[in-house]
């Protein structure tokens, strides 16, 4: 039989061997400092694998950050502040280059010639497909008059009975 196949935002054995070299270390603690809480006190760090699975699967799904599964990953916000990290520290540009390197070695790739094809316009025809902004639905504006026609006017001023003088 083949290989189990995985989720595409879970990260096999042997992946994970290629990325854990290039994952940051955390700083430690500086030991001249007095801190208030017990030393050991507090949750304990999310796994370093944990974290990178969970970044994998909010770029695989494109889900939040606080729509991550909490059972499976755990807190949110520790893995988008680890996450945040390893930016500063240039890990997923290394992860890139890494990556780069290791295909250049198994297909090659063509330095020399590359392309790029990309547009940024309006598309032409979107006003009559679409119709009006919605944003502009509720605002007040001039309209246009009928040509020879003259502007519409209630045909009563005030409503209720008719005071006599």
């Known amino acids: ?5 995985l989720a595409s935002w ?11 070299p290039l994952v940051p270390r955390r700083p430690k603690r500086s030991s001249n400092r007095k801190y208030r809480r017990k030393p050991g006190g507090g949750r304990k760090p999310i796994a370093v694998r944990t974290v990178f699975e969970a970044i994998v699967y909010v770029l695989r799904t494109g889900c939040q950050w606080k729509a991550l599964p909490k059972e499976r990953f755990g807190s949110a916000s520790a893995i988008h502040k680890r996450f945040m990290e390893w930016e500063r520290a240039g890990f997923f540009v290394a992860l890139w280059r890494t990556g780069l390197a290791e295909y ?26 679409v119709g009006a902004n919605p944003t502009d639905r509720g605002k007040k504006r ?14 009563v001023d005030r409503r209720g009975p008719r005071q006599s003088p």
Request: charged share 30%.
């Open 104 to 129: 250049d070695e198994m297909e090659g790739i063509a330095w020399r010639w590359q392309s790029v094809d990309g547009a940024l316009l309006k598309a032409p025809l979107a006003q009559e497909a």
């Open 142 to 155: 001039q309209q246009a008059n009928v040509a020879g026609r003259r502007p519409w006017r209630p045909a």
């Open 10 to 20: 879970e990260v096999s054995d042997a992946f994970w061997e290629r990325v854990e």
């Open 1 to 5: 039989m083949g290989k189990p196949r």
